[in-house]
């Protein structure tokens, strides 16, 4: 079963649109999320592959109503949720 991520193949999308001199980040928040991700996987908190497979599993209204680094965010809460206080679990 595919999810709502997965449109590889399909159409219908329209054009994609690469804009010149696009910032990484257009929040501070955004750093802050990219942050995280990146000490919570170089810590062995969760793996990238369980990262990637929460973002996924979001639910697909929630998928496509969200921006990148909100879908970021969603799978941290999502991956820390059950681990306790500090990441064990």
């Known amino acids: 079963m595919s999810r709502v991520n997965d449109v590889g193949g399909q159409g219908g999308f329209g054009a994609l649109e690469i804009e010149?001199?696009?910032?990484?980040f257009?929040?501070?928040?955004?750093?802050?999320v990219y942050a995280l991700n990146s000490?919570?996987?170089r810590n062995g908190v969760y793996r990238l592959d369980e990262f990637r497979d929460a973002v996924e599993r979001m639910p697909p209204r929630a998928y496509l109503a969200a921006s990148y680094y909100e879908r970021?965010?969603?799978a941290i809460e999502t991956l820390l949720a059950g681990r306790g206080?500090?990441?064990e679990g």
């Open 20 to 24: 010149a001199d696009e910032p990484p």
């Open 26 to 32: 257009h929040a501070d928040w955004e750093a802050r």
């Open 39 to 41: 000490v919570l996987v």
């Open 72 to 74: 970021w965010l969603y």
């Open 85 to 87: 206080p500090a990441g």
